[in-house]
């Protein structure tokens, strides 16, 4: 049970260019968000999912786009990165039943130049 | 909408001694708080939560935190901090629905020997 992980762990980019972000969770969770944390702003939430084939747009989602095509797996798209897209971005993942804990991935860390 | 305010952005300790940081929340007529950690380099883990009941939540770790209605306060504790403990809090409420949170800046506790 590996619970939520991400790839890739880093990433550099330049200015224009597009990566995806995965994210896959084992746990049979429906509920799976996309957050971004930057330093001394928290983390703020881009885009979330309440099942397969649904998506929608969390605090801050412009210049990003998701997409949630099996259960497990919750993608994040640049599609053209920009310096202000530098951030280290975590996916989380919960039961979608009451308030439940949101599980964290480890994160991967993107500098855009 | 929701917010978020961690009063203290750092915190210096020496080992063995008390802490407290500060959590404050917007009101509203149903309220669901949780602390994270954040250890150097990885995800977020869920220290505790309170969701109803009893005012005074335990956490892992040692870790306690009261809520407090009439001051719109949820602050986290430990009696007595080991180096361990070195890393950044943050505290959340869900806001909105779908369990999505909004997270505070964020306390970076550094215990020091």
């Known amino acids: 049970n590996a619970g939520v992980t991400q790839t890739p762990k880093f990433r550099v980019l330049k200015t224009g260019q597009s990566m995806t972000l995965l994210c896959a969770q084992d746990m049979n969770h429906e509920h799976m968000y996309w957050y971004r944390q930057d330093p001394g702003m928290g983390l703020r939430l881009i885009h979330y999912?309440?099942?397969?084939?649904?998506?929608a747009k969390g605090e801050v989602p412009d210049g990003y786009n998701v997409s949630r095509l099996k259960k497990q797996n919750f993608l994040l798209g640049l599609e053209s990165a920009a310096p202000s897209q530098t951030s280290v971005y975590f996916c989380?993942?919960?039961?979608?039943?009451?308030?439940?804990?949101?599980?964290f991935g480890p994160g991967t860390r993107l500098l855009v130049l | 909408a929701q917010s978020v305010t961690q009063l203290d952005s750092q915190v210096p300790v020496f080992e063995e001694a008390p802490v407290e940081l500060r959590c404050n929340y917007s009101s509203s007529v149903s309220v669901y708080l949780f602390w994270y950690v954040q250890y150097p380099n990885q995800g977020l883990q869920l220290l505790l939560k309170y969701l109803s009941g009893s005012t005074l939540v335990k956490g892992i770790n040692g870790f306690e935190a009261e809520f407090n209605k009439s001051q719109t306060s949820f602050h986290l504790r430990k009696p007595s901090v080991h180096i361990s403990d070195t890393a950044e809090y943050f505290c959340a409420v869900v806001s909105g629905g779908y369990n999505k949170l909004i997270f505070g800046a964020g306390t970076r506790l550094a215990v020091h020997p």
């Open positions: 999912s309440v099942g397969e084939g649904t998506t």
């Open positions: 989380a993942s919960t039961s979608g039943v009451g308030q439940e804990t949101q599980y």
